[in-house]
Protein backbone atom coordinates (compact mmCIF):
# COMPACT_ATOMS: atom_id res chain seq x y z
CA UNK A 1 0.00 0.00 0.00
CA UNK A 2 2.72 2.26 0.75
CA UNK A 3 4.63 1.54 -2.06
CA UNK A 4 1.70 2.78 -4.20
CA UNK A 5 1.92 6.53 -2.82
CA UNK A 6 5.52 6.52 -4.05
CA UNK A 7 4.89 7.47 -7.79
CA UNK A 8 2.34 9.41 -7.17
CA UNK A 9 4.65 11.56 -4.34
CA UNK A 10 7.23 11.82 -6.93
CA UNK A 11 4.93 12.95 -9.52
CA UNK A 12 3.49 15.57 -7.09
CA UNK A 13 7.59 16.63 -6.31
CA UNK A 14 8.38 17.10 -9.60
CA UNK A 15 5.43 18.69 -10.65
CA UNK A 16 5.83 21.30 -7.68
CA UNK A 17 9.59 22.23 -8.92
CA UNK A 18 8.25 22.63 -12.31
CA UNK A 19 5.88 25.52 -10.89
CA UNK A 20 8.78 27.12 -8.74
CA UNK A 21 9.41 30.16 -9.35
CA UNK A 22 12.74 31.14 -10.95
CA UNK A 23 15.83 32.17 -8.62
CA UNK A 24 16.16 35.42 -10.53
CA UNK A 25 12.02 36.41 -9.63
CA UNK A 26 12.82 35.68 -5.94
CA UNK A 27 14.36 39.08 -3.58
CA UNK A 28 13.84 39.21 -0.21
CA UNK A 29 13.35 43.07 -0.39
CA UNK A 30 13.90 45.36 2.43
CA UNK A 31 11.10 44.44 4.78
CA UNK A 32 12.24 40.85 5.35
CA UNK A 33 15.80 42.49 5.83
CA UNK A 34 13.96 44.71 8.53
CA UNK A 35 12.05 41.59 10.42
CA UNK A 36 15.60 39.92 10.73
CA UNK A 37 17.13 42.78 12.01
CA UNK A 38 14.40 43.31 14.71
CA UNK A 39 14.25 39.45 15.31
CA UNK A 40 18.23 39.93 16.25
CA UNK A 41 17.59 42.70 18.44
CA UNK A 42 15.06 40.84 20.13
CA UNK A 43 17.20 37.85 21.01
CA UNK A 44 19.98 40.71 22.01
CA UNK A 45 17.67 42.38 24.59
CA UNK A 46 16.21 38.84 26.21
CA UNK A 47 20.07 37.72 26.47
CA UNK A 48 20.97 40.97 28.06
CA UNK A 49 18.10 40.35 30.05
CA UNK A 50 18.84 36.85 31.34
CA UNK A 51 22.53 37.62 32.35
CA UNK A 52 20.99 40.69 34.37
CA UNK A 53 18.88 39.14 36.31
CA UNK A 54 21.44 36.07 37.27
CA UNK A 55 23.52 38.32 37.89
CA UNK A 56 21.31 40.21 40.58
CA UNK A 57 20.32 36.67 41.77
CA UNK A 58 23.94 35.99 42.65
CA UNK A 59 24.52 39.17 44.15
CA UNK A 60 21.60 38.94 46.28
CA UNK A 61 22.83 35.03 47.16
CA UNK A 62 25.98 36.46 48.00
CA UNK A 63 24.67 38.92 50.57
CA UNK A 64 22.65 36.31 52.31
CA UNK A 65 19.29 37.63 51.57
CA UNK A 66 18.00 34.47 51.03
CA UNK A 67 18.59 30.98 52.42
CA UNK A 68 17.53 27.90 50.39
CA UNK A 69 16.81 26.07 54.06
CA UNK A 70 14.02 28.43 54.53
CA UNK A 71 12.05 27.30 51.53
CA UNK A 72 9.14 26.06 52.71
CA UNK A 73 7.73 22.56 51.25
CA UNK A 74 5.01 22.28 49.22
CA UNK A 75 1.81 20.94 50.47
CA UNK A 76 1.59 17.03 49.60
CA UNK A 77 4.97 16.76 48.29
CA UNK A 78 7.09 14.52 50.10
CA UNK A 79 8.11 17.07 52.96
CA UNK A 80 4.34 17.88 53.74
CA UNK A 81 4.85 15.80 56.99
CA UNK A 82 6.97 17.83 58.59
CA UNK A 83 10.73 16.25 57.88
CA UNK A 84 13.08 17.97 57.07
CA UNK A 85 15.64 17.69 54.59
CA UNK A 86 18.52 16.89 56.43
CA UNK A 87 16.48 14.05 57.70
CA UNK A 88 16.24 12.51 54.26
CA UNK A 89 19.47 12.86 53.59
CA UNK A 90 20.86 11.10 57.13
CA UNK A 91 22.37 14.85 58.10
CA UNK A 92 21.41 15.04 61.98
CA UNK A 93 20.61 19.10 61.36
CA UNK A 94 23.39 21.53 62.13
CA UNK A 95 24.25 24.80 61.87
CA UNK A 96 22.08 25.08 58.72
CA UNK A 97 19.32 23.49 59.58
CA UNK A 98 15.89 25.05 58.89
CA UNK A 99 14.74 26.82 62.13
CA UNK A 100 18.44 27.29 63.92
CA UNK A 101 19.53 31.13 64.58
CA UNK A 102 21.72 32.57 61.31
CA UNK A 103 24.83 33.55 62.06
CA UNK A 104 24.96 37.16 62.45
CA UNK A 105 26.79 39.45 59.73
CA UNK A 106 28.69 41.60 61.53
Do not use: C
Not at 41 to 56: E, K, M, P, Y
Not at 89 to 99: E, T
Amino acid sequence: MALDLVPLVTDALVRAAEQAPKPEDVKAGWLAFAIFIGLAIAVGLLGWSLVHRLRNAQTSEDAGRYDPSDRRPRSGGPLADGALDSDRDGDQGGPASPGSPRPSSD
